[in-house]
């Protein structure tokens, strides 16, 4: 009886074991499937100049590069004229390739400061028009809503929309520091 007891315990055992080793196995095998699959796209995205660009894009959005100094550059032109770049958001543009940066100024949500990177003067026209109706580099839109006033140089647009019965409060101001922020933007 004692045999028998320690013979089940003993194959009990063995099935645990196999199956942690099996499950060990069969997760290394997915892991290194799944890595091999991996590799190979980032070679591939290495050899097409994809990674790099990628790279690129990245290192902008998360504030180095062109969009870090852009933003530095912005924040401290609106500061010499006493405005603060407040409630910062910022979205992705899946299709257009590009990013976007939402200021209040002051906190005010009745002006209202966008700024419009995208990856090339094309994609950027393109978007504007979408967006605005107007692919031209420098617009003004009115309506009994308010003025959206545009001002782009390449592949960025700066985006003013004042809205209410203060359209005038801030304007002159941020037209300057646009023209001012846009001088520093070389050409792609």
Do not use: W
């Amino acid at each position: 009886m004692l045999l028998k007891e320690k013979k089940t315990k003993l194959i009990g055992q063995n099935v645990k074991r196999f199956l942690m080793l099996s499950g060990v196995v069969f997760l290394s095998v997915v892991s290194l499937v799944a890595c091999t699959s991996s590799s190979i796209e980032q070679e591939r995205k290495l050899y097409t100049g994809e990674a790099t660009t990628e790279g690129n894009f990245r290192a902008k959005q998360q504030g180095h590069g062109l969009n870090g100094a852009l933003a530095k550059e912005m924040a401290t032109r609106f500061a010499a004229k006493h405005i603060k770049l407040m409630n910062n958001m910022f979205e992705e543009d899946a299709d257009g390739g590009g990013m976007s940066y939402m200021y209040l100024l002051n906190g005010s949500a009745r002006h209202i400061v966008k700024v419009h990177i995208y990856r090339d003067a094309k994609i950027r026209a393109a978007q504007m028009e979408e967006m605005y109706g107007e692919p031209k580099e420098n617009a003004v839109l009115e309506n009994v809503m308010g003025r959206t006033t545009i001002r782009s140089k390449g592949h960025v647009s700066l985006v003013y929309t004042a809205s209410g019965g203060e359209k005038d409060v801030y304007a002159r101001d941020v037209l300057q520091v646009f023209e001012q922020v846009l001088q520093q933007i070389k050409e792609q």
